[in-house]
């Protein structure tokens, strides 16, 4: 095992360095977005994610070492047959982007997959019965899976598509704070944060 590569155990460990050991995500057929952002987590708190972010254009040294922890990294979170596709890379920008490729898709279905979700964004409405945390996780999830595309969704355009998709019940407290409020300042975690108030002032 070469020396940059972390040492697995069940639990946080400390490494020589002083650096926290992590348990690495398994990367699976439907859980790339959620595995590439738990990754690029972990190479940050290692400090090496710019290996991966580092554009041919930019003039910008990457460490040798800085790379193949990078590289240890996504060898130890991948399947043995991904892995065997990527063996031969020596940099892990060139294990990167194929990977991503292999998942996300040619760019043509990925502005599908981008459309399908978007459009499933605009079309969810909450109904009366469901409870408020559930429908905002549901929400955020879309809007997680479409910035994982490339796409840029603005706080303020899910604030408002989140009061388009509010049931009756809420229509007051919803038309105060479009009254009151500046929409294209209020946060997502402010507006539910208020849409909980709400809830347990009504209660």
Same mark, same amino acid.
């Given at each position: 095992?070469?020396?940059?590569?972390?040492?697995?155990?069940?639990?946080?460990?400390?490494?020589?360095?002083?650096?926290?050991?992590?348990?690495?995500?398994?990367?699976?057929?439907?859980?790339?977005?959620?595995?590439?952002?738990?990754?690029?987590?972990?190479?940050?708190?290692?400090?090496?994610?710019?290996?991966?972010?580092? +554009?041919?254009?930019?003039?910008?040294?990457?460490?040798?070492?800085?790379?193949?922890?990078?590289?240890?990294?996504?060898?130890? +979170?991948?399947?043995?047959?991904?892995?065997?596709?990527?063996?031969?890379?020596?940099?892990?920008?060139?294990?990167?982007?194929?990977?991503?490729?292999?998942?996300?898709?040619?760019?043509?279905?990925?502005?599908?997959?981008?459309?399908?979700?978007?459009?499933?964004?605009?079309?969810?409405?909450?109904?009366?019965?469901?409870?408020?945390?559930?429908?905002?996780?549901?929400?955020?999830?879309?809007?997680?899976?479409?910035?994982?595309?490339?796409?840029?969704? +603005?706080?303020?355009?899910?604030?408002?598509?989140?009061?388009?998709?509010?049931?009756?019940?809420?229509?007051?407290?919803?038309?105060?704070?479009?009254?009151?409020?500046?929409?294209?300042?209020?946060?997502?975690?402010?507006?539910?944060? +208020?849409?909980?108030?709400?809830?347990?002032?009504?209660?």
């Amino acid at each position: 095992m070469p020396k940059y590569m972390p040492r697995m155990t069940t639990e946080k460990t400390k490494l020589k360095d002083g650096a926290l050991g992590l348990n690495y995500p398994m990367l699976s057929r439907s859980n790339y977005t959620a595995w590439a952002l738990k990754i690029k987590v972990f190479m940050k708190a290692h400090g090496v994610w710019d290996a991966v972010e580092v +554009s041919e254009k930019d003039k910008v040294t990457v460490y040798e070492k800085h790379d193949q922890i990078a590289l240890a990294t996504i060898y130890q +979170s991948i399947p043995e047959d991904v892995l065997l596709s990527v063996a031969e890379k020596e940099k892990v920008k060139e294990a990167w982007e194929p990977i991503k490729t292999m998942c996300q898709g040619a760019d043509r279905a990925k502005q599908a997959k981008v459309q399908t979700l978007k459009s499933e964004f605009e079309n969810l409405h909450m109904k009366e019965s469901d409870q408020l945390d559930e429908f905002c996780m549901k929400l955020n999830g879309l809007v997680i899976n479409i910035c994982a595309l490339g796409e840029t969704v +603005s706080e303020s355009y899910v604030v408002k598509r989140l009061f388009r998709a509010m049931p009756d019940r809420y229509l007051q407290i919803v038309s105060t704070i479009e009254q009151f409020g500046d929409l294209n300042k209020m946060t997502v975690e402010e507006t539910v944060g +208020s849409l909980k108030t709400n809830d347990e002032r009504t209660k």
